[in-house]
């Protein structure tokens, strides 16, 4: 039972276009989401987060949209640089749970 | 700059060895983690630990065991290993609580020949 789940197992943009990566998730009782992004042979590194009681949280070039009724958020990275080629993982907590739980990630290739 | 360190990033080891995969934090956290990585697998954990001495199965805890005897170390130990253990291996820790976050460490490469 995947309870975060990322549809799309890859992603390609032209750098300077928008990036806009999906997550979904089914467990109610999650009120708080993060994303992490990963390169290749490197831990994954915290990027943002957001709170239930919000619906965009936004840090430079990266925001993060919550919509609690579709229990759906999306991160976008505006603009697309080549440097943003990574593995993004959503992931969500909440309630007595002390475990984020985590999607299978979505690969991004940002083309130059 | 608070830090996760694995002890290794890349390890070899053969068929049947007993391996050790050491972690440790200097942030004072309580919760400590362990997760695999795999190709379209996504992060899978392993074991956690909320305090020193405790531990709890994660999702694939078979062929793997654990260690906490100091709140700043995690170890994950393989008892024989496997090649179908042969991954990348993240550490993290956090604080109690989901809205920390986790703070990961570099990954280990394990490949088991």
């Known amino acids: 039972d995947q309870q975060v789940k990322q549809n799309s197992p890859s992603l390609s943009v032209q750098e300077g276009r928008i990036s806009i990566l999906n997550c979904d998730y089914t467990?109610?009782?999650?009120?708080?989401f993060l994303w992490y992004k990963k390169y290749p042979a490197e831990g994954p590194t915290f990027l943002i987060s957001?709170?239930?009681?919000?619906d965009k949280n936004e840090d430079g070039r990266f925001t993060v949209f919550l919509n609690k009724s579709a229990k759906h958020l999306s991160l976008h990275i505006v603009p697309s640089q080549p440097g943003d080629s990574a593995v993004y993982f959503c992931?969500?907590?909440?309630?007595?749970?002390?475990?984020?739980?985590f999607g299978k990630g979505t690969l991004l290739t940002v083309n130059p | 700059d608070v830090k996760v360190t694995q002890s290794s990033r890349y390890l070899v080891k053969r068929t049947g060895e007993k391996v050790f995969l050491e972690c440790v934090q200097d942030?004072?956290?309580?919760?400590m983690f362990w997760y695999r990585q795999d190709p379209g697998l996504g992060l899978r954990l392993i074991y956690f630990s909320y305090d020193v001495k405790m531990k709890e199965k994660g999702d694939i805890p078979e062929g793997y065991s654990v260690s906490r005897e100091k709140k700043e170390r995690f170890s994950l130990i393989l008892e024989s290993a496997s090649t179908n253990q042969t991954s990348m291996y993240l550490c993290?820790?956090?604080?109690?609580?989901?809205?920390?976050?986790?703070?990961f460490g570099s990954g280990t490469r394990l490949t088991v020949v």
């Open positions: 942030m004072d956290h309580e919760n």
């Open positions: 467990n109610s009782m999650f009120d708080y």
């Open positions: 992931a969500a907590g909440g309630g007595s749970n002390y475990k984020l739980t």
């Open positions: 993290a820790s956090s604080f109690p609580g989901t809205r920390y976050g986790y703070t």
């Open positions: 957001i709170s239930s009681i919000k």
